[in-house]
């Protein structure tokens, strides 16, 4: 089994950043590609960005230029800078990973970690 946690959300002014982490532990052999997603209330999930392992990126266009992803293969972590914060970015932050634990190669979703921009 395989857990991602996420960390690193909270309350900011609009204007300001925030860094988000999530770390993936378990019986992992090997992360593909590591993504972001959010979803706000009443509202879709939203993919944000992702990491392949070679760290190859891509982005939504929507956050192109205000949010960059990064990863740590050996701590099994991607994280997600999100500068020049707007209230509409307000949600709950996810990430989702690819793991291969050696027999099978499947998808997780983390529990996801909340991120308020006040106006």
């Known amino acids: 089994q395989v857990q991602l946690v996420e960390s690193g959300g909270g309350l900011v002014q609009a204007g300001g950043s925030l860094r988000l982490s999530c770390a993936a532990s378990?019986?992992?052999?090997?992360?593909?590609?590591m993504r972001w997603y959010r979803q706000a209330p009443g509202k879709q999930r939203e993919f944000l960005a992702g990491?392949?392992?070679?760290?190859?990126?891509n982005y939504a266009d929507s956050v192109k230029g205000q949010f960059t992803i990064s990863r740590d293969n050996g701590k099994n972590t991607v994280y997600l800078q999100m500068n020049s914060l707007k209230p509409e970015d307000t949600a709950v932050y996810l990430c989702?990973?690819?793991?291969?634990?050696?027999?099978?190669?499947?998808?997780?979703w983390g529990q996801g970690t909340q991120v308020t921009v006040s106006s």
């Open positions: 989702n990973a690819n793991v291969d634990d050696g027999r099978t190669n499947m998808y997780y």
């Open positions: 378990g019986r992992i052999f090997s992360i593909n590609e």
């Open positions: 990491i392949t392992r070679a760290g190859r990126t």
